[in-house]
């Protein structure tokens, strides 16, 4: 039996295919370590109350497309702090939890009518959210599932946290 040279290529083509690795997962390719880098500002080890109302500020501003000044802290209780916004929609108010851990934003939604939803968001199919301080400035990074990130540099100035 004489096979056609398309046939053969096709044949050391599919065989091919089966020696490569697996592509990572989107949950596989974010990793839980930030690379260091002397050129930016990084987080510190530990947050003043101050320091950590402005990184939940910022991060949840940055999350959900709101503006540093529009994130009230209405209150912290130890290492959580708890936040309301107003709703873009409705006018309502949002609500949510805030904490922070080495240099990671984990937040969560409250009120929500599925109570489901209501957790901490920092399941691997979750956004990563990093933060560094650099002066009034916070740095906001938000690598997505899909391994795409957005940064926002926002300036939210202690002084602002007078409540």
Request: net charge negative.
């Amino acid at each position: 039996m004489r096979l056609s040279p398309a046939i053969l290529i096709g044949a050391f083509a599919l065989a091919a295919c089966g020696e490569r690795e697996a592509a990572p997962s989107p949950a596989e390719t974010v990793a839980a370590q930030a690379p260091v880098s002397d050129a930016v500002a990084s987080a510190p080890a530990a947050l003043n109350a101050a320091d950590l109302r402005r990184v939940c500020r910022a991060g949840l501003a940055a999350i959900h497309g709101q503006e540093p000044a529009a994130i009230a802290v209405d209150g912290v209780e130890g290492e959580v702090v708890h936040a309301s916004w107003r709703a873009p929609v409705d006018g309502g108010r949002m609500k949510a939890d805030c904490r922070v851990e080495k240099d990671l934003v984990v937040w969560k939604p409250l009120g929500l009518p599925d109570a489901a939803m209501v957790r901490w968001m920092n399941q691997s199919g979750d956004p990563v959210i990093r933060y560094a301080l650099d002066g009034a400035q916070v740095a906001i990074t938000q690598t997505l599932p899909d391994g795409t990130t957005e940064r926002a540099e926002l300036a939210v100035p202690a002084e602002e946290e007078a409540h």
